[in-house]
Structure formats: C-alpha cells, structure tokens
C-alpha cells in the first residue's frame, strides 16, 4: 500500500555530518506528519523529529541545534540533515509517515532502516 525506501546512512567520524532521506510510494492520497526515529543496540526506538505537512517541526533535546527534518511534499519525501554528529547518535534510523490512502484508509508507516555509526 505505502513503501518507504530509506537512504544515507553509514560509517562517519565525531563531528561529521550524514543526510538521510526517505521516500514514500504507493496508493498515496495524502502524507500528514513525517518523523525519524532511531534505535540504538540494546535500547528501546526513540523519537528523533517529527515534521507536519506544513512545515511545523519538533525534534528530540539530545539533537536540537545539530539535526534538521525537512520534506519535499511534491517528491513525498522526508531528510534530516544530521551535523556534528557524535557517537552516542549511533544507532538504526527509521523513517516514519503518517498517511491517507486512496479510499480513506488511514494507517503509520516505517521504512526499514538505515544504519548509521558515528566513531569516535
């Protein structure tokens, strides 16, 4: 019904930065609100940022002032720009969609995950 092709995680050094992208396909009628979350080795899946199909963004305090969520609402596509990136932000990185099918079901999306190591 909705794919999600996630991309733009890897291998970086303390300090570096990363941008992930995801891209939503599928019997899309429309995307609300977007979102990252990231799941490090033995911890639960936690929220990174979410964004509304306005604009309006909300994002974890262990990442303000270092991450950016952004989205292309022709492309259905969701980024988030990650800067000095340190180690602990280490982790699996899931993208998220809430979305409206045609038809009007309603349903939340994840894509399938982009790993993304920061070494120190």
């Known amino acids: 019904q909705v794919q999600l092709v996630e991309s733009g995680g890897g291998l970086v050094q303390a300090g570096g930065s990363l941008r992930l992208s995801c891209a939503a396909s599928?019997?899309?009628?429309?995307?609300?609100?977007m979102g990252w979350y990231r799941q490090a080795p033995g911890k639960q899946r936690e929220l990174v940022a979410t964004?509304?199909?306005?604009?309006?963004?909300t994002s974890a305090d262990s990442v303000k002032g270092r991450f950016t969520i952004s989205r292309d609402n022709a492309k259905r596509t969701v980024y988030l720009q990650m800067n000095s990136l340190k180690p602990e932000d280490t982790a699996v990185y899931y993208c998220?969609?809430?979305?409206?099918?045609?038809?009007?079901?309603?349903?939340?999306?994840w894509g399938q995950g982009t790993p993304v190591t920061v070494s120190s």
């Open positions: 998220n969609v809430d979305s409206v099918l045609w038809g009007g079901a309603r349903d939340v999306y």
């Open positions: 599928g019997n899309i009628f429309r995307i609300n609100d």
């Open positions: 964004i509304t199909r306005s604009g309006t963004t």
